[in-house]
């Protein structure tokens, strides 16, 4: 199947929705969102200072379903939180959420973690459609989202393949951006505003977005951003104690051996400190939408740009040499051409559709159409030189009908052409289709709730390359059991769950040098499908003034696809394969926040959150990268204009260890915040400085693929503002 099809499908969804836009205009249903679940800590702040807020009253879940229990773990960041955690990538914003950790293999490039799963098994999302980007294929690869103009953050752990896809087995990370209006604004236009400056990264970044209306009907829409950081700063060493070690003893091997220029290099590099040569960003977006108003019906579309460069940060220890691969006369210039810093640059030009109609008062009542198309280009530098180009053009559309009952039925189509042309383009052309159909049902019995959900999926993968091709057929179920005490706002429950996830077309046909992370990859085209069963309880709601979350869970993957190191090497890269075998994942995780202290004037807020994974194959030996336990805890201090929040971060020691993975020592870090806000109960304009890791401790991501040549930043001061008028 070609693009051609996908761009046929866009213009066929376009047509329906805007022909359905004359037929539903003059509906009179009354398209109001039904109570939806508070977010945590909005939820708190704001009944600990008597507040109301119309951002706690969000949906975290499929479009026209109250609850959705089967996806326990649920977390919302809004415009607050993001300030406070401000990062250029998404991963790094979310990684103070319970069960939730980041890639971080560069300041440029960090994917979130969702219950030790990534990659593959999390969906990256805008309003509920993919990024549309090659971040799932690789560490590396940046995420096209950019935070400077997000409104808030949806993070589902747990089934959440019921919804979006065989891809997100692992959970999913929706992003509510700005781009469609679906609102007239109050005083005919909003402007948001988000400027930040640091001094671990030399950060300077600001983002502003427009919407004003035109008429009673019709809003405009306008954003941009930007984004620019120096290489980070750090404490100490940039290599871990062990990586230093393995360099300065193979310095001391080439001094015996006479190599004392390449002795000198590889004392340079195990001494290197204060700073993470190569960790540079600067990024850019701009985009454009209107949104139409029609009764209790819209529409809307938007075309976006956004832009990227970053570094890569090399391993000392894993050089790539192309002298040596390739020998001859030339063997030593083209090993100095080997050692040039890798640099990527990423472009994505990307349109969106969204349509939300009211359809009378049958059995369905609404009609929501989601439609995302997007052209990428990824290019990896070696220095000035071109290394490996990937582009991928990506179409997805969504269909949803909403039932007056609360369930949803849908159909969801996906198609992405993915190329990579270069010297070290180790993944051939492939073209992956999906087609999948799912429902969510939900029925209630005096204090009792049941919910099920199913989902069929079609995948097809091709190489024509390679003339290989694979057809997967894909079931997903989930049924919920909730009870609901009639005197306390709380929800018990059991959820069991069946996913499957085909395999990528990155794991199936890699076979290559990978400049960018520095290793050489093989995949398998013989893979399986990937299936989990899972079994969780879950409990959450409000007691007084307390309020709380926790979940325990437990999955079995049958095929459980990873990446692991041989210990051997081809073309001076070490070897990583694409494996499968059965794995099982425990888990627990909670959170409470209650308010110590509670006046008309202050309060003081506790926030504590914790979590652990532990993962192991049936061979007894662990999953790659698995995160460690960990703890979180922030007292708040809150008044009309000020906020004062300190907290605490920390982070268990990871022993339990894949083959060709090395341990990762404990850290905390110590962070505070202050927030003023000149206008009092205006909370939409906000001053923040803040002071993170003050203590200027070395932190290494366990789940990091480059944790031993990148740690975390250091001590950082940063100011920031947030304004919406």
């Known amino acids: 199947m070609t693009m051609t099809v996908s761009r046929l499908a866009l213009a066929s969804t376009l047509v329906f929705a805007f022909n359905a836009q004359a037929a539903f205009a003059n509906t009179t249903e009354d398209g109001s969102e039904s109570d939806k679940p508070l977010t945590k800590i909005e939820a708190e702040r704001d009944k600990a ?110 089934p959440a393949a019921l919804l979006y896809g065989s891809q997100s087995i692992g959970g999913v990370v929706n992003v509510i951006d700005r781009r469609i209006p679906t609102e007239m604004p109050q005083g005919g236009f909003d402007l948001d505003v988000l400027a930040a400056a640091d001094t671990a ?60 220029e390449e002795a000198e290099e590889l004392r340079e590099a195990a001494n290197q400190q204060g700073s993470i040569p190569n960790s540079f960003t600067e990024t850019y977006s701009f985009n454009g939408g209107v949104g139409v108003i029609l009764g209790d019906s819209t529409f809307g579309f938007s075309v976006g740009y956004y832009d990227t460069d970053y570094g890569l940060v090399g391993n000392p220890e894993g050089g790539h040499h192309h002298g040596e691969e390739e020998g001859g006369e030339g063997g030593e210039e083209e090993e100095e051409e080997g050692e040039e810093i890798v640099t990527i640059g990423l472009e994505q030009v990307r349109a969106d559709f969204r349509a939300d109609i009211g359809i009378g008062d049958g059995f369905f009542n609404r009609l929501k159409v989601r439609a995302g198309y997007s052209d990428y ?69 005096g204090d009792l709730q049941i919910e099920g959900a199913g989902r069929y999926e079609r995948v ?30 709380v929800r018990l429950g059991l959820t069991v769950s069946r996913s499957e996830r085909a395999p990528a077309g990155e794991e199936l046909f890699a076979d290559g040098p990978h400049v960018a992370t520095q290793t050489f990859e ?26 709380f979350g926790l979940s325990i869970y437990r999955q079995w993957f049958e095929n459980f696809i990873y990446l692991l190191g041989t210990g051997e090497e081809e073309d001076e890269l070490p070897v990583f394969v694409f494996l499968q075998q059965d794995a099982d994942f425990v888990g627990v995780e909670a959170d409470v926040q209650f308010p110590v202290i509670d006046t008309d004037s202050f309060a003081l807020v506790t926030d504590l959150r914790g979590s652990f994974i532990d993962a192991e194959f049936t061979d007894n030996t662990a999953v790659p990268r698995i995160p460690p336990a960990s703890f979180y805890g922030a007292l708040e201090a809150q008044t009309e204009q000020f906020d004062v929040r300190g907290e605490v971060q920390w982070f268990a020691k990871q022993n339990e260890v894949a083959a060709e993975e090395t341990p990762t020592d404990a850290f905390a870090f110590v962070n505070a915040f202050v927030t003023y806000r000149p206008f009092g109960n205006n909370r939409n304009i906000a001053l923040q400085v803040s002071a993170e890791n003050i203590f200027d401790t070395t932190g290494r991501r366990h789940s990091s693929f480059t944790k031993d040549f990148v740690p975390l930043p250091g001590r950082n001061f940063r100011a920031s503002v947030r304004m919406s008028f």
Do not use: C, M
């Open 460 to 489: 097809d993968v091709e190489s024509q390359p390679l003339a290989l091709e694979r057809d997967f057929d894909l079931l997903s179920g989930a049924a919920s059991l909730i009870y609901t005490p009639d005197q306390d706002d």
């Open 377 to 445: 280009t990824h290019t990896e530098f070696e220095g000035p030189e071109v290394g490996t180009v990937f582009d991928t053009e990506s179409f997805e559309t969504r269909i949803e009908l909403a039932q007056r009952d609360g369930g949803v039925v849908g159909l969801q189509y996906a198609s992405r052409d993915f190329s990579a042309v270069g010297e070290e383009a180790f993944v051939p052309p492939n073209e992956t289709t999906s087609f999948a159909l799912f429902t969510v049902q939900e029925a209630t019995f």
């Open 522 to 547: 093989i995949g398998d085209p013989n893979l399986e499908v990937e299936s989990a069963w899972g079994v969780e309880g879950f409990a959450r709601g409000q007691v007084g003034t307390v309020q």
């Open 49 to 158: 200072l008597g507040k109301d807020s119309e951002e706690a009253n969000i949906i975290v879940s499929a479009q026209g379903v109250q609850e959705l229990d089967f996806i326990a773990g649920q977390t919302v960041l809004d415009e607050e939180d993001i300030q406070r955690n401000l990062n250029g990538q998404v991963g790094e914003i979310l990684t103070k959420i319970p069960g939730v950790s980041a890639t971080s293999f560069s300041p440029g490039a960090s994917r979130p973690i969702l219950r030790g799963l990534d990659g593959e098994r999390v969906r990256v999302l805008i309003d509920g459609v993919g990024t549309a980007d090659v971040g799932n294929t690789s560490a590396d690869h940046a995420t096209t989202v950019e935070p400077l103009n997000i409104k808030r953050i949806e993070v589902l752990r747990g």
């Open 201 to 260: 990264t030399d950060l300077l970044s600001g983002g502003a977005s427009l919407d004003f209306g035109l008429g009673e009907s019709f809003v405009f829409h306008l954003d941009g951003s930007y984004r620019d950081t120096g290489d980070v700063d750090i404490p100490g060493f940039q290599l871990s104690p062990d990586l230093r070690a393995d360099l300065l003893a193979d310095a001391a091997e080439e001094e015996e051996e006479g190599e004392f």
